[in-house]
């Protein structure tokens, strides 16, 4: 028996290869699924199943390309409605796999169709569960994305409360967890960094699991402090539930090379937004007026997910050399499937071009450190709220970046101000949104809070790391 995460950092999410005697399954795949028939080939394996957990909200599954291209059946447990042909299971379903077994035990709680798939071994032992967002390590699943009608949140966090009891901390614990999501992902709060457990540890160090809790207990604490949800997140629920185009088209009409004559007029005439992905660094120096800047180097699928939000907006890119399909690779993973195409020869062939750049004003944090302590130069703080109230600047007003056009009366109009994060991502995410919005006179600091710290500044709150 072969069991393997393929694990996509960027996206915190975890898919699952297993065999078994020349079968396999996918659990949970990603939308370009040839690193799933590569697997099984490697193995010379046939995949016999795909098995999805319930219906992705962070990022657009592979099930349906991978079902047309193995012949092999999506299964979804109870409650699932796809528009699509698949096998909607049974609580306590079995699939045989090669020499292991595969049981279906029904979730409900974070959605209505959640499952998780327990693995028993040759033997009948209870070998794994594969999750979901059920169990996470250290947390659970959110149950906030999933209310219809007379279902409130507090209706799914008992039905979640149940399972958990019902289903899973019943299990031995030498049985291994593997969750969908790790550390960083939008679909929990308190993730840990590790992406695999036993259960008995998490029996210990999970909260939701402690055994004495009541679930009263239970849906106050797993509804408490919980962040809006990303508006893209319903959008790949719909395409997850009725299927969609295959990545194959996506990229081939992504991959499309514009001058730049021909990529202002697609600029001017589409409605496209400018999206410019390299590292912040080269946005700070010189980038095309009015475009966004997400970097390809940091969270870049959920951060455009969460800022542009509408899947069907039309995209043109600014991206290196030679990470052309990456780019559009990764924004097919959450959906955006409309990028009209991108300027051949990046930023230079423009300004070759005589086409007007714009900058952003920057500063080293020792720069930015000396003149807040010298003045009362506003400064702004884009990280998560969680972040500020841990520890923060003692003048600077907490203004989250995923809820920024928002906070857009708050910034002055006449005088300077400066803007942070905690390392000089988001800060400069958050000030290519206030230019393309007309506001031009901040001041990102380079290093963020992170360099502030070491600069004397003063703090408040409880020390702890932002990301």
């Known amino acids: 028996m072969t069991i393997e995460q393929i694990y996509t950092g960027c996206l915190a999410q975890g898919a699952y290869y297993i065999e078994s005697n020349g079968e396999a399954a ?27 957990t319930h219906f992705h909200a962070d990022f657009v599954s592979g099930h349906v390309t991978l079902a047309e291209k193995t012949g092999a059946p999506i299964i979804y447990g109870p409650n699932a409605n796809p528009t699509f042909e698949a096998l909607i299971a049974t609580d306590g379903q079995e699939f045989k796999l090669g020499k292991t077994t595969i049981k279906v035990l029904h979730t409900p709680g974070h959605t209505l169709e959640s499952t998780t798939y327990l693995l028993k071994d040759e033997n009948g032992k209870d070998h794994a569960i594969f999750s979901g967002d059920t169990l996470f390590l250290g947390d659970v699943g959110r149950p906030d994305l999933a209310q219809k009608g007379a279902m409130t949140q507090d209706d799914l966090a008992g039905l979640l409360y149940d399972s958990l009891r019902s289903k899973i901390m ?43 809790m009541t679930k009263a207990e239970f849906i106050k604490e797993v509804t408490d402090g919980l962040a809006p949800p990303p508006e893209y997140f319903p959008l790949n629920v719909k395409m997850n539930r009725e299927g969609y185009e295959d990545i194959s088209e996506v990229l081939k009409r992504g991959h499309t090379a514009l001058d730049a004559e021909d990529f202002e007029t697609a600029a001017n005439t589409t409605g496209a937004v400018v999206l410019d992905v390299r590292h912040q660094n080269d946005f700070i120096n010189g980038h095309i007026p009015r475009s966004i800047f997400i970097g390809l180097h940091g969270d870049f699928a959920p951060w455009v997910g969460a800022l542009i939000a509408d899947t069907e907006q039309p995209l043109l890119l600014i991206v290196p050399e030679g990470k052309e399909e990456e780019t559009l690779t990764r924004l097919s993973r959450v959906g955006f499937d409309g990028t009209i195409g991108y300027l051949k020869g990046g930023i230079e062939a423009w300004r070759h071009a005589g086409k007007d750049l714009d900058t952003l004003a920057s ?32 003048e600077a007003v907490n203004t989250p970046l995923g809820k920024l056009n928002s906070y857009l009366s708050s910034f002055p109009k006449g005088e300077s101000f400066f803007i942070h994060c905690a390392g000089g991502y988001r800060s400069v995410i958050a000030a290519s949104i206030l230019k393309s919005r007309g506001i031009h006179n901040m001041v990102n600091i380079e290093g963020g809070f992170n360099t502030l710290k070491t600069d004397g500044l003063e703090t408040v709150g409880q020390a702890c790391s932002g990301s």
């Open 26 to 52: 996918i659990i949970d795949p990603l939308r370009e699924v040839t690193p799933y028939l590569k697997r099984a080939a490697k193995d010379n394996a046939k995949i016999m199943y795909v098995f999805e």
């Open 170 to 212: 019943p299990l031995a614990d030498d049985v291994t967890v593997y969750p969908a999501h790790g550390a960083g992902s939008a679909c929990g709060k308190n993730m840990m960094k590790e992406t695999v457990d036993l259960l008995g540890n998490q029996k210990k160090v999970n909260y939701a699991l402690r055994a004495d």
């Open 363 to 394: 500063q080293p944090a020792a720069e930015a450190a000396e003149k807040i302590r010298n003045t009362e130069q506003p400064v702004f703080d884009v990280r998560k709220k969680e972040e500020y109230r841990a520890e923060r600047l003692t």
